[in-house]
């Protein structure tokens, strides 16, 4: 009687459809070994990452089917415990993903997925993208919450935190760059245009985000940018009223004191001028009188 109850194989099918397809999720619980009791998804390609099923193709497979390759893999372990097999419903996620992304539209998934991997299905985002305002609608408890979510934190973060999971159903909106949010930055700068607004964010950084202004004196030659970091123009708005103000920039960087720069605030209107002629010459000026004092520096002490 004892080797009869070795032998026994229980075989369980709850709510199981007729054939395994990818999406279903199937649970497998074998009596007795923990080890080998898993809860494992169905891939696109027909196979699950359960352990002793790895890279075998169950897909039309029923669960029956799958009870005996268990069984035969087992043996080989000296096993024959009791094995439960449940197949769920399908567990494929739908979602939408709308707006300034690559290609909007319905997207299909295997669970589980983030919302990183759901913008990167959809194409990724579009130039005019704000990364730092992404929406996710759904319903939860019968009730439409919405959710907004600071990509550019997972983009720049060296920590292992995901971003959140899609749920299925969800609608995904990435907004376009709103000027209440975001700074413009015109003029003599590499990628002139709108910028969203970190809070603390100051003139340098808004500088860095559309491609700075070239050269240690405000001019690179290579890039024909001609910025004048000494007289940066940035109209803000102070108690409901545009403000003009000049900085120089170059000045800030020489003494490294970035953190004394003028904040930004989002609606601020950025213009870095073109160096001008006299004020070109005069660089050069400079340099040369540097050189020069450099050299009779050198004269003078060899003649020591």
Same mark, same amino acid.
């Given at each position: 009687? %004892?080797?009869?109850?070795?032998? =026994?194989?229980?075989?369980? !099918?709850?709510?199981? &459809?007729?054939? @395994?397809r990818p999406g279903n999720q199937l649970k497998i619980t074998v009596s007795g070994h923990p080890e080998f009791t898993q809860a494992v998804m169905i891939l696109k390609d027909g196979s699950?990452?359960?352990p002793l099923l790895a890279g075998v193709p169950i897909e039309g497979l029923s669960a029956d089917d799958v009870k005996?390759?268990?069984?035969?893999?087992?043996?080989?372990?000296?096993?024959?415990?009791?094995?439960f097999v449940i197949v769920t419903e399908d567990r494929m996620l739908k979602f939408h993903v709308f707006g300034e992304i690559s290609h909007p539209g319905k997207f299909e998934a295997e669970s589980p997925l983030n919302l990183q991997q759901a913008l990167a299905m959809a194409g990724g985002f579009t130039e005019e993208a704000d990364n730092f305002r992404v929406y996710i609608m759904r319903i939860?408890?019968?009730?439409?919450?919405?959710? %907004?979510?600071?990509?550019?934190? =997972?983009?720049?973060?060296? !920590?292992?935190?995901? &971003?959140?999971? @899609?749920?299925?159903?969800?609608?995904?909106?990435?907004?376009?760059?709103?000027?209440?949010?975001?700074?413009?930055?015109?003029?003599?700068?590499?990628?002139?245009g709108l910028y969203p607004v970190i809070p603390g964010d100051n003139l340098m950084d808004l500088l860095?985000?559309?491609?700075e202004i070239g050269g240690s004196y405000g001019y690179d030659y290579r890039q024909n940018l001609g910025g004048d970091r000494r007289r940066i123009i940035h109209i803000t708005h102070v108690n409901g009223q545009l403000v003009r103000n000049i900085v120089?920039?170059?000045?800030?960087?020489?003494?490294?004191?970035?953190?004394?720069?003028?904040?930004?605030?989002?609606?601020d209107l950025i213009i870095v001028p073109r160096i001008s002629r006299w004020r070109d010459v005069w660089t050069w000026m400079e340099r040369t009188l540097q050189i020069m004092g450099f050299v009779t520096a050198i004269i003078v002490f060899s003649n020591l």
């Open positions: 009687m %004892t080797w009869l109850l070795l032998l =026994y194989v229980n075989t369980l !099918s709850i709510g199981a &459809p007729a054939y @395994i699950c990452e359960y005996d390759l268990l069984r035969s893999a087992l043996l080989r372990f000296d096993l024959e415990p009791d094995i939860e408890n019968l009730q439409r919450k919405q959710y %907004t979510i600071n990509m550019n934190e =997972y983009f720049i973060s060296d !920590s292992l935190v995901l &971003p959140p999971e @899609i749920l299925d159903n969800d609608i995904i909106t990435v907004p376009r760059i709103s000027s209440k949010w975001s700074a413009r930055v015109l003029g003599a700068v590499s990628e002139p860095v985000k559309a491609g120089n920039v170059h000045k800030f960087m020489q003494s490294g004191r970035y953190s004394e720069l003028p904040i930004v605030s989002g609606g």
